[in-house]
T-cell receptor, first 116, second 118 residues
Framework: ETGVTQTPRHLVMGMTNKKSLKCEQH?????MYWYKQSAKKPLELMFV???????ENNSVPSRFSPECPNSSHLFLHLHTLQPEDSALYLC???????????????FGPGTRLTVL | AQKITQTQPGMFVQEKEAVTLDCTYD???????LFWYKQPSSGEMIFLIY??????QNATEGRYSLNFQKARKSANLVISASQLGDSAMYFC???????????????FGTGTQLKVEL
């Protein structure tokens, strides 16, 4: 089953750069998530959007700014990042009550971010 | 205290054998859900199986089954007839609290790296 796409797949940026990660799904799912996966650490939830409204903001630094313009697209805007922000950023989606009890049903392939 | 504990950083199993990946959880909620995901080396997370706290029977999905022992707060994943393609990192996760209309938070464990050998 395919359906969640992420671009770019790899990104290298300096600490003063501004970049954006993009996530897209056309499955009719009504919730989208950003997760951060760092080496040797559990997957960390960053943001959840349900019906385009942010319902979870897990104490993420303000240098990460999410945007959900519609139910099919989710962005993560990055600015003045730190080297410790280097990680795999995963987007996921789910169908809420109609999905598998609210957990992310599908993940995208992730964006491997390196901050120099 | 960690909410999800996976005590096996790495596991080996021979092809066609069954393997159990351990997961224990900690919650004071009565309503919660338990998930298992697989992450191959390609990086994409794949949902495998779900168990609700009120489900009376253990969940099964093909070769995957979840050994749910509520009193012990364990939700071990059993993979039967292992295949080479099962080699991956496996994550246990928990959703606490009642299901909301969408966008529920999961807490993940640190994962178990499974390697299937010939």
């Amino acid at each position: 089953e395919t359906g969640v796409t992420q671009t770019p797949r790899h990104l290298v940026m300096g600490m003063t750069n501004k970049k954006s990660l993009k996530c897209e799904q056309h499955l009719g799912h009504n919730a989208m998530y950003w997760y951060k996966q760092s080496a040797k650490k559990p997957l960390e939830l960053m943001f959840v959007y349900s019906l385009e409204e942010r319902v979870e903001n897990n104490s993420v630094p303000s240098r990460f700014s999410p945007e959900c313009p519609n139910s099919s697209h989710l962005f993560l805007h990055l600015h003045t990042l730190q080297p410790e922000d280097s990680a795999l950023y995963l987007c996921a989606s789910s169908q809420g009550r109609l999905g598998l009890a609210g957990g992310p049903r599908l993940f995208g392939p992730g964006t491997r971010l390196t901050v120099l | 205290a960690q909410k999800i504990t996976q005590t096996q950083p790495g596991m080996f199993v021979q092809e066609k054998e069954a393997v159990t990946l351990d997961c224990t959880y900690d919650t004071s909620d009565q309503s919660y859900g338990l998930f298992w995901y697989k992450q191959p080396s390609s990086g994409e997370m794949i949902f495998l199986i779900y168990q609700g706290s009120y489900d009376e029977q253990n969940a099964t999905e093909g070769r995957y089954s979840l050994n749910f022992q509520k009193a012990r707060k364990s939700a071990n994943l059993v993979i039967s007839a292992s295949q080479l393609g099962d080699s991956a990192m496996y994550f246990c996760a928990m959703r606490e609290g009642r299901l909301t209309g969408g966008g529920n938070k999961l807490t993940f464990g640190t994962g178990t790296q499974l390697k299937v050998e010939l």
